[in-house]
């Protein structure tokens, strides 16, 4: 794991729940610096918040995550985006990958899942 740069997480979900639980199963010592409830807000919050990872929800309302990691990696081409969707199938899958995501996990998820995914992410 790369321990010489402190990551910051952003988390984008519709669902408080997932959020919450996103946020607090974080073992990986990453600085939480905020969460939004869809994609137009991860887009107004990463400009001011600067995270180096963000977990992305597909379904939300006002702006898609598909739609948000794209805008994202145009912005930000380091950024390191984990899409966690109850969407599971491939080509959802794929299609967030080739729009700039860097790994995809599917709801529902374990909290270790979810640690072991983003460790892929920041190593």
């Known amino acids: 794991m790369d321990t010489t740069v402190m990551h910051r997480l952003m988390v984008v979900d519709d669902s408080?729940?997932?959020r919450r639980r996103i946020e607090r199963a974080?073992?990986?010592?990453l600085e939480f610096v905020g969460a939004a409830r869809n994609g137009r807000e991860a887009l107004e919050m990463h400009a001011r918040l600067q995270p180096t990872l963000v977990t992305m929800d597909l379904t939300m309302p006002e702006m898609d995550g598909s739609e948000c990691v794209e805008q994202l990696?145009?912005?930000d081409p380091a950024l390191r985006i984990l899409v966690i969707s109850a969407l599971a199938?491939?080509?959802t899958?794929?299609?967030a990958l080739e729009k700039g995501a860097s790994g995809f996990l599917?709801?529902?998820f374990t909290d270790q899942q979810?640690?072991?995914?983003?460790r892929k992410l920041i190593e």
């Open 93 to 95: 899958a794929i299609e």
């Open 26 to 29: 974080n073992e990986l010592d």
């Open 73 to 75: 990696v145009a912005r």
């Open 114 to 118: 979810l640690n072991d995914a983003l």
């Open 106 to 108: 599917c709801k529902p």
């Open 89 to 91: 199938d491939k080509l």
């Open 16 to 18: 408080n729940v997932i």
